[in-house]
């Protein structure tokens, strides 16, 4: 018995003494992704949307895409895709950094996405209760405004 408290301490004292350096850095952020974002996902770090080549950073809420042959980011559409709806359109989940820096390669990979049906279920449409506090910004709410079927009412309008 008196063997097996031994080996006991020792290995203790040992682990204790040589942490271990594998690290696992992982984190779930589906609050912070956008309603329009498809569902499936414990964390993304961009979305990849081929309709507009544009790709959307969701730890900052922008939107990154090229303007004059340099990568923008913003929290609003370039203007030419002000009235694009991101809820009917393909996203392609990418979690690695920069993902910018291969767009022809998503380019030619994802090409083939641009014009057709999503096919996938989106975080608002989910009843999942973890997307219960997804992220909401401006675009979302008009985009989501007008598409409610009383979209052109006004709250404390009486409509008879």
Known sequence: MKKLLMATAILAVSALLNPSHAQINFSVNIGDQPSWGPTGYD??????????????????HEFVYLNRGHWTFSHELPPRYYDFDLFHCRKIVMNEPQPYLHFDEHRRDYDHFRGTPPGQEFIRDNHDDRYKWHYHDQHEADEEWRHRPEGDKHWGEDHH
Do not use: G, R
């Open 43 to 60: 964390h993304v770090e961009y979305y990849y949307i081929p309709d507009i080549q544009a790709y959307y950073y969701v730890p900052s």
